[in-house]
Each structure stands twice: as C-alpha cells, then as structure tokens.
C-alpha cells in the first residue's frame, strides 16, 4: 500500500513538474551585429526589420524556446564589429549570430567566429572573399557574393548592346568586386570599358567631376556602384546633370533599392538594376509575406535589404527547428543551417556550396505606379549559384 502511494505520488509530481521544464526552456539568444549608426544605418535598420519579422512570423518562439534578438552595433567598423562579436559570445552567451552590412566587419569577425565555432547568418555582406578560401563552415550568407549579383548585370549590358561602358564605384572591397565581376561578363560581348573612377569611401560629398569625367569619355553607359547614403547623394547629382538620355545609367543592386527610392523619387526612374527580391514577385510565398508584413509596418511594402534580414533569421529557425531546439552542439547547427532550404518570399533558396544561397537574380527596372516608384521585372537568372570559386566544402 505505501509503495503504491509512493508511485503515485511521484508521478503526480512529476506530472506537476514536466509543464514547468517544458515552459522554462532556455531562450534561443540569437546575437546580431548591425550598424545602426553611420553610413551603413539606413540599411541596417531595415534588416533587423526584417529579422523582427521573422520572429513574429514565428511567434516568438522555436521549439518551445523563445526567441531574444541581441543586438549590437557594429557602426560599420570592422575593430568595433570584432570588439561587439566577443562580447556577444563571451558576455552574453548566444547560441548563433546573425547580421553584417559591411564587408569589412565580415572579415574582420569571421576568423573569430570560426576560431570558436559560433555560426553565422551574414544577412548582407557580399564580399567574394567570403565565398572563396575564406569560406568557412561556420559562416553562412543569405544575400549574395559580389560576383552573385554583378555577373548577371555585366551580361544583361552586354546583352543590350552596349558598346562603351564607364565604370564608378566606392573605393572599398564590395563595390571593387561588383565592378571586376561585371567587368567579365559584359566583355564576353565584345563591348569596352571607356573608363573608370573609384570616388573615396565616406569621404566624397561632390560627384559632380567624376560624374564629368564618365561623361567626357564618350561612354554609351555608366555603371555605378554606391549603397547607403552615398548611393542617394551620387543618384540625386547624377539626376541634377539630366544626362539619362546621353548617359544611361545600369545601376547595382544597391543604388535603386527600395528603401533608397522614396528619397530618390523620380531621380529613380527608368534605371535597369539587378536584385533578387522586389515586392512585386507575383508568387503565394511572395503575396502571404508582403500582406503580413504591411500589417508589421505601417502599410509599408517590404525590400531586398529587409528581406535577406528575414531570411537570415529564417535560416537559423529552420535549423533549430530540424534538431528539435538544441544548439549546445555548434558543429550539428552548422550543418543544419547548411541543409536548409525553402520558398521565400524572393523565390526557391537553399544553401550553395560555398555557404552562399543559391538564388534567382531578377534585372528589374524602376517606373512609375501611381504616385510612387516602383519595379518592373525585366528578365530572371534562376537558381543563380554563388559563381566564385576556390571553396571547398562541399562538392
């Protein structure tokens, strides 16, 4: 009699007990690294939007963990990234990173990442090196390499018949690698490149004689490069010369963004550019997200920048999910992130080779749509894989 009291007080507790663990499960402390401040901000706001996103997509939680964004400002400064990068593994004990606008904090941070095996979900930085014998098992991409992006563009130029091209970019890795990359393609069609100039980074308030310098090389088009705020002081110069019609811009990904067009506005118009998300995808994944996140942000339509925030987070979500909420074991995690793959609102996306999403590559163009600006979807490279090479990870 008093052993089956026993037993079946024990299982009464027990009973009482198991809700308790199951409701105080550690938080899934996921560390972003993001300027908020800076040069970079406007774009780094509008990824941790986009992260936000996807954990109130998800409800707050995964696997019965609740979801903590911690989230630290790299200012765009590969020391101070490296700096906030230790103090979200050492301080306050993440179980994964995410974030990085800038290329230089990528390679900044990444060696240490690896060094302590900590994944990492970069949801912009689009340095080559990232995806060439630097790549590491740890780090992962959700936007795209450089050449990801601008091999697409080059050929799309090329395949317009443009004969003399003028090339313009920022003087740091990213936009260096965009241009060589579309440099490549583009010449395979027999054009030439009638000139270049690389204006100072963070530094460069006058486009105005680089501006005259394309302009004076007889060029048939100019390919600029710029992101931030320096992409909408070069758009709005550019537009003052009213030079659209003698010399044609075929822009970067980041010049005609979207969070960039309602400070640009008509500046924007009729410009060519490759992305791989428009809020205008005509897709169910695309059409459910784009509702859902008006809903989160004042009727506003999502961009490319929120997007890949989004899917960075998602990436990680996915993974935790597969290994049913434990992340105590780093190198199981990494190799759950690699094997993610879904329908995004931008279209089919998984894992490539080189820890860069294979992805479509969409050439877009802006026009008018009421009283605003908006895409046109102008031709599609699909399931675009991450073309730089020298990573080896998987075959």
């Known amino acids: 009699m008093l052993k089956k009291l026993l037993a079946t007080t024990a299982l009464f507790s027990a009973a009482l007990v198991m ?39 998800a409800g707050g939680e995964v696997a019965g963990r609740k979801i903590e964004l911690i989230i630290e400002d790299d200012q765009g400064a590969p020391g101070t990234g490296l700096t906030k990068a230790r103090k979200l593994v050492t301080s306050d004990n993440v179980d994964v990173t995410a974030g990085i606008v800038s290329s230089a904090v990528a390679l900044a ?3 240490y990442f690896n060094s302590v095996k900590m994944p990492l979900v970069i949801s912009n930085a689009t340095t080559d090196e990232l995806s060439g014998a630097k790549c590491s098992p740890f780090v992962f991409r959700t936007s795209y390499s450089s050449s990801q992006m601008s091999e697409p563009m080059g050929d799309y130029i090329g395949k317009k018949g443009i004969k003399n091209l003028y090339l313009m970019a ?39 004689p680089y501006i005259a310098q394309a302009r004076n090389a007889n060029a048939d088009a100019l390919l600029p490069i710029f992101y931030g705020s320096e992409a909408i002081l ?3 110069q550019y537009a003052s010369y009213g030079l659209q019609k003698t010399l044609p811009i075929y822009a970067s990904s980041g010049l005609f963004n979207a969070v960039l067009l309602g400070a640009l506005g008509d500046a924007a118009l009729g410009i060519d550019s490759p992305n791989n998300y428009v809020a205008e995808l005509d897709t169910p994944e695309n059409k459910a997200f784009v509702a859902g996140w008006r809903k989160q942000n004042n009727n506003v339509d999502p961009e490319d ?34 094997n993610v793959k879904y329908n995004s609102p931008r279209g089919p996306i998984a894992m490539g080779k080189s820890n860069t999403v294979s992805q479509n590559i969409y050439i877009v163009r802006t026009v008018k749509k009421g009283d605003k600006v908006g895409y046109d979807i102008v031709d599609t490279y699909r399931n675009f894989e991450d073309p730089v090479q020298g990573c080896n990870l998987r075959p």
């Open 305 to 338: 920048f929120g997007v890949t925030g989004y899917d960075s987070i998602r990436f990680i979500l996915e993974a935790v999910k597969a290994l049913n909420g434990n992340t105590k074991d780093r190198d199981a995690l990494a190799k759950a992130i690699a």
């Open 19 to 57: 809700p308790v663990l199951a409701q105080t499960k550690e938080p899934l402390k996921i560390g972003v690294l993001m300027p908020t401040t800076g040069v970079f901000a406007v774009l780094g706001n509008e990824q941790i939007k986009g992260m936000r996103y996807a954990v109130h997509e």
């Open 234 to 236: 070069f758009a709005k």
């Open 109 to 111: 941070v990444t060696p």
């Open 170 to 208: 920022s003087d740091y890795v990213a936009p260096r690698e965009h241009i060589a990359a579309a440099r490549r393609t583009y010449l395979k069609h027999g054009g030439k490149i009638a000139g270049e100039a690389y204006p100072p980074f963070a530094k460069t308030q006058d486009y105005g």
